[in-house]
C-alpha cells in the first residue's frame, strides 16, 4: 500500500508541474497573440482591398503586357507554399493547414507530381518536418522554413518575389498557398489560397458585370510594373501574419484547455490518493485490534 501511495504522489507532483508548465505557455501565448493580432487586424483590410484592385486592374487588360501574373496557363509545372508555425504544442492547427496542403499535392495537382514537377516551399519547421520525410519526389524548397523569425515586410517580400518570379519565367504555372487564417483566438482556419496566376474579377449580379475603370499616370506599363508586385507582396505577407496570430491563438486554446485538464485530473488523483491513504490507516487499524485481541486471548 505504502508503494500505492508514492506512486500516486509522484504522480499528482508531475500534473502539477505540468500544469505549471501550460499555465506561463498560456500567458506567453496571449501576450504574443495580441501584437500578432493587431498586425493581421490592420493589415488585413488593406490586403483584401489591394487584392480586390488587382483583381479588377487585370480584368481590364486583358491582352496587354501589364497581365503576366494574370495569365492563365496549362499547368505543367506547379508550387505548392505550405505556411505552418514552428513550433507545436498549439493543438490540430497545424496538421490541419498540412491536411490542406496535401489535399492540393494528391489530387489538384496530382499529375505534375507525378511527372516529377511539383514543387513544395515550406515556411515553418512543423511543415518542412512532416513533407520532408514523405514527399521525397518532389522538389522541396527549405530557404523560407526560418522566416518566422522576421515578419518584416521586406524579409517575407523575398519569398514572395522568388515565387513571382519563377511564375514569369516559366518554372510555374500555378501556385497556392495553405495557411491557417485567423478569426479569433478560439478560431482559426485552414486555407487554400491561389496565388498566381491572379484571379479575375467576375461578373455578378451585384456589381451587375460593371468593372471599375481606372486612370493611370504616369503611363500604364510603367505603373504596373511596380504596382502588381507590391500588391502580390502585400497578400503574400497577410497569409504569414494570418497564421502567426492563428499560431498563438491555436497555442493559447491548447494550454488553457490542458491546464483545465490538469485541475481535473488532480482532483481525480487526490480522491484516489484519499482512498488508498484511508484504506492504509483502516489496515493498521484492523492489524492493531487484532494483534490486541490476540493478546487478551493469550
Given at each position: 500500500?505504502?508503494?500505492?501511495?508514492?506512486?500516486?504522489?509522484?504522480?499528482?507532483?508531475?500534473?502539477?508541474?505540468?500544469?505549471?508548465?501550460?499555465?506561463?505557455?498560456?500567458?506567453?501565448?496571449?501576450?504574443?497573440?495580441?501584437?500578432?493580432q493587431q498586425a493581421i487586424t490592420q493589415m488585413r483590410p488593406y490586403a483584401d482591398k489591394l487584392d480586390s484592385m488587382l483583381k479588377n486592374i487585370l480584368s481590364n487588360l486583358e491582352g496587354d503586357a501589364g497581365t503576366s501574373f494574370g495569365q492563365e496557363r496549362e499547368?505543367?509545372?506547379?508550387?505548392?507554399?505550405?505556411?505552418?508555425?514552428?513550433?507545436?504544442?498549439?493543438?490540430?492547427?497545424?496538421?490541419?493547414?498540412?491536411?490542406?496542403?496535401?489535399?492540393?499535392?494528391?489530387?489538384?495537382?496530382?499529375?505534375?507530381?507525378?511527372?516529377?514537377?511539383?514543387?513544395?516551399?515550406?515556411?515553418?519547421?512543423?511543415?518542412?518536418?512532416?513533407?520532408?520525410?514523405?514527399?521525397?519526389?518532389?522538389?522541396?524548397?527549405?530557404?523560407?522554413?526560418?522566416?518566422?523569425?522576421?515578419?518584416?515586410?521586406?524579409?517575407?517580400?523575398?519569398?514572395?518575389?522568388?515565387?513571382?518570379?519563377?511564375?514569369?519565367?516559366?518554372?510555374?504555372?500555378?501556385?497556392?498557398?495553405?495557411?491557417?487564417?485567423?478569426?479569433?483566438?478560439?478560431?482559426?482556419?485552414?486555407?487554400?489560397?491561389?496565388?498566381?496566376?491572379?484571379?479575375?474579377?467576375?461578373?455578378?449580379?451585384?456589381?451587375?458585370?460593371?468593372?471599375?475603370?481606372?486612370?493611370?499616370?504616369?503611363?500604364?506599363?510603367?505603373?504596373?510594373?511596380?504596382?502588381?508586385?507590391?500588391?502580390?507582396?502585400?497578400?503574400?505577407?497577410?497569409?504569414?501574419?494570418?497564421?502567426?496570430?492563428?499560431?498563438?491563438?491555436?497555442?493559447?486554446?491548447?494550454?488553457?484547455?490542458?491546464?483545465?485538464?490538469?485541475?481535473?485530473?488532480?482532483?481525480?488523483?487526490?480522491?484516489?490518493?484519499?482512498?488508498?491513504?484511508?484504506?492504509?490507516?483502516?489496515?493498521?487499524?484492523?492489524?492493531?485490534?487484532?494483534?490486541?485481541?490476540?493478546?487478551?486471548?493469550?
Open positions: 500500500m505504502g508503494a500505492n501511495l508514492k506512486e500516486v504522489r509522484l504522480r499528482i507532483a508531475s500534473v502539477k508541474s505540468t500544469q505549471q508548465i501550460t499555465k506561463a505557455m498560456k500567458m506567453v501565448s496571449a501576450a504574443k497573440l495580441r501584437r500578432a499547368i505543367v509545372k506547379a508550387a505548392v507554399v505550405v505556411v505552418t508555425s514552428n513550433r507545436g504544442l498549439c493543438g490540430a492547427f497545424n496538421t490541419n493547414v498540412i491536411k490542406a496542403a496535401v489535399a492540393a499535392i494528391d489530387e489538384k495537382y496530382a499529375t505534375q507530381r507525378q511527372n516529377g514537377n511539383l514543387t513544395i516551399v515550406c515556411i515553418g519547421k512543423r511543415g518542412y518536418d512532416y513533407f520532408k520525410k514523405r514527399y521525397e519526389d518532389c522538389n522541396i524548397v527549405t530557404d523560407y522554413v526560418e522566416i518566422f523569425n522576421d515578419l518584416s515586410f521586406d524579409n517575407v517580400a523575398q519569398v514572395s518575389t522568388m515565387l513571382m518570379d519563377g511564375f514569369k519565367t516559366g518554372d510555374y504555372d500555378a501556385i497556392d498557398v495553405a495557411y491557417g487564417r485567423f478569426k479569433n483566438a478560439g478560431m482559426q482556419f485552414p486555407e487554400l489560397a491561389k496565388f498566381l496566376p491572379v484571379e479575375k474579377m467576375e461578373k455578378t449580379e451585384s456589381s451587375k458585370g460593371k468593372r471599375a475603370d481606372y486612370i493611370f499616370e504616369p503611363d500604364k506599363e510603367s505603373l504596373l510594373e511596380h504596382l502588381i508586385p507590391s500588391i502580390l507582396q502585400t497578400q503574400f505577407q497577410k497569409f504569414l501574419l494570418d497564421t502567426h496570430a492563428s499560431e498563438h491563438g491555436a497555442r493559447m486554446t491548447a494550454m488553457d484547455k490542458a491546464t483545465e485538464n490538469a485541475n481535473d485530473l488532480l482532483k481525480e488523483l487526490k480522491i484516489t490518493y484519499n482512498k488508498a491513504r484511508q484504506e492504509a490507516i483502516t489496515s493498521e487499524i484492523s492489524e492493531i485490534v487484532g494483534g490486541a485481541a490476540a493478546l487478551e486471548g493469550s
